[in-house]
Each structure stands twice: as C-alpha cells, then as structure tokens.
DNA sequence: TCGAAAGGTGACCGGGTGGTCACATAGTTA
DNA sequence: TAACTATGTGACCACCCGGTCACCTTTCGA
C-alpha cells in the first residue's frame, strides 16, 4: 500500500495542497532519513495525528510524493525517446531535457536526487529501478549497434555502467544552476557525452 | 585540531586500538551522521566521558579515523604513479590498485566511500578534495596530450568529470565483492576503462 | 605517607525522532 | 434534538542522539 487513505482525498483541495507542498519541501531539502515529519505537519498547519489519517507513516508519505515528482519527470521527458533514431542525439536529448526539468522543477530534482543516492531504507527498489535502466539502455544500444553507430565490440555491460555513472553525477549538479549561464551549461552536457562517444584516445586514421 | 589529545596517546596501545577498532567498525557500517558515539564507546568497553579526553567531539574522532584510512590508502596506492608513461596504462593500474586495497582493508574503503557520499557537514573539505583530484588529472592528461595518446580537441573539464564519476561508481560498487570473482571484477574495470579510452561510436577508418 | 594532579565514569541534560491515543469537534442521519 | 460516525488534535510515549560534569579512582612526586 503506497497510496494515501481515502481521508486524505476527500479533503479540500487546498489542504490537499498544503500538506503536498510541505512534504514537498522537506524531502526536497533533506533525504528521506533526515527529513522530519514534526517539520512537515508543522508547516503544513495540521495536527500530527492527522497526517496518521492520510498516510499509514512516513515511508507512504515519502512514497507518495516521491512518485508525484516521478510522474512530473515522466512527463516532461516523455517525447525524448520518441525518434529514437540516433543514438547520440538521442541521448544529448534527454541529458539536456532532464537539465530543464530541473530548472523547472528543482524540488522535485531533489527528491529524486535524494532517492537515488544510496540509502539503506530503498536499497532493494533503488536496484530493482536501476535494472529498469539497465535493460532500457541495452535496448536501445542494441538498436544503435545495428543501425551501425556504435561498436559492436565494446563490453555492453560496461557502456551502461559508465552511461549511468556518469548521468548520475551530471544530473547531481545541476543543484548548482545559475539563472544566467543555461547555455554553458546545455554546453558541457554535450561536452560530457561528446566524450563518452567519442573516447579519449586520439584516433589514428 | 583535528590531533586527539595527548591524553590519548598516553593509554596502552591494546586500549588505543580497541577505540580505533570500534570507530572503524561504526564509521564503515554508518555515515558520519547516523553512526552513533554511543555505540562506539559501548563496543570499545569504556565510558563516554573518558572518549571526550582523547578528541575534542565526534568530528575530530571521525576525521582523525578517516585520516587512519587515507593514511592507509596512500601507501597501498603509492607507486601506482611512479612510471606515468602511459596514461591509460596508469589509469587502469589505480583503479585495479583501489579494487584490490577494497579487498584487503574493506572497513576503511567504507569509510572513505562514506566520506565521499556528499555530506552537509563536509561539504567543503570534500569540494577543495575534489580539486586537487581535478589538478592531478589535468596534469596527466596534460602529458598525455603531449605524448599524442589523447585527443587534444575534446573538453578537458569534461574529460575529467567523465572520469571522475565513472572513478567514484566504480569504487563504490567494490562493496559488493565476492572473493571468487576477483578475475571478473578486474576484467569488468579495464572493460569500463576501455569504453571511456575508445568511446561507443564507432569508427571510420 | 600524603596530597595534588591526571584519568575514568555514567547519570544526566536538552533536544530530536516516528508514532499513538484518549479525547474534542464537526457532520450526518433518524 | 439525539445519537452516531468520521475527522482533528496535541500531549505523550519510548527511544535515540552528542555532550557535560560532579564525583570517584589511580598515579606519582615530594
């Protein structure tokens, strides 16, 4: 059960909204273990026992929200894989959108943030979810190695290991986004995956 | 002062190692936050007042610990620079080095794996960390550069988080070491280092 | 031998946590 | 209006934390 009580959806809309806004917050600013509930009903302006009401403890509350900033993420990256013809570019694409949905949503980029960096609570879900990326990346590294992209003859388990270390961190520090420089930004994103593709080696011809 | 006090160094050695040894167990089981003094204290037989004699609080208990532990991995790691003739030679033989120090001093990589997992009360200590490793590569791949092994056209900045976080996943998935497949895990690190050396898009030659 | 200094102790402090429950209130139905 | 249910409440629970301090014991030099 990760779904809230019926309580909770019966309430009025903007009490609704309170609640999510200040759960939203708060695992926003803190990983789940440090996250408090007392700072959450308090700035919500709602009695602690009635957050019992609505969610069964915190893990469902951190649950619900969690999924609420997934849904919004799916959302804004749904298109990205649409013409998945290229490769690279598809890849540029959804780096690059990823950065604007932090700039738009940056508390939701921090909850999921938060999520994925190791935390013993989540351990199985995290693994099950990274194995999701996993298999999505082979797909589509597969597809790209017939249509004569990519080289055949690279570990492929290895290529998403890389593909995820280094998504991860990418995406770890867009928290430090400025308004004013979004171009360099998108920039080094393209930098950062130039290099993936290409390799360091220099490349005898 | 991150020394404990001279109080400390007077106690017989068996004493001493037995505070070191339960700091070390709690700092490579929990991150700085949730390991617990109590706990430690407890584990090595003596009361928590006595610890406050030998370090000032916890920070300068974890930072002395964590030093034990770079101390440790400095001399395990030391001559993997000495001939630095080949850059991606070089690069292979650290992280195989960091591997096989995982192996053997499993507590203190968990220690400074924990360390690395940004932290608000290290933030910084760990950001000037991060440059100093950002030096030491652009030197390297500097040389490397001059040498004609590296492509002088990619995004140096680049290049280094690329590597940076590859270095850091790859390390911290050592936790997960099973004393088999040792073989294997040494296999997949050259296989990653190769994907970052010759890049996934293939080439035209 | 005695007294001062150094070392060791654990009950205790203030503050935090997630979670509970007896009671108060509001809403609805008969 | 009365009875009953659904909802709201915050004092309270047990448990943890890092850190302190008045007191006790040991050591050691005069």
Known sequence: MKLPTET??????AK?????????????????????LSKIVAKAGIAK?????????????????L????AQKKRFLKDVFDQADDFFATLKRYYRRSYLFAKEFPLYHKIINHYWDYCA??????RTSRELRA?????MLQQAIENGQVNPEL?????????????KELIDNFIELSETDQAQHLQFIDAVLDVLAEGLQIRKE
Chains 1, 2 share one sequence.
Do not use: C, W
């Not at 298999?135 to 797909?139: A, C, M």
């Not at 570990?155 to 998504?167: K, L, R």
């Open 8 to 13: 909770f959806y019966n309430l009025p809309e």
């Open 155 to 167: 570990n492929q388990e290895a290529a998403f290991f890389v593909y995820h270390s280094v998504g």
């Open 135 to 139: 298999n999505d990346f082979l797909t």
């Open 121 to 126: 609570e989540f351990e199985e879900e995290i």
């Open 67 to 70: 999924d609420l900033a997934y």
């Open 16 to 36: 609704q909204q309170a609640i999510i806004e200040a759960a939203v917050a708060e695992f926003a600013a803190s990983p789940y273990d440090k996250a408090s």
């Open 49 to 65: 026992g009635s957050m019992y009401q609505y969610f069964e403890n915190k893990r469902e509350l951190y649950l619900y929200i």
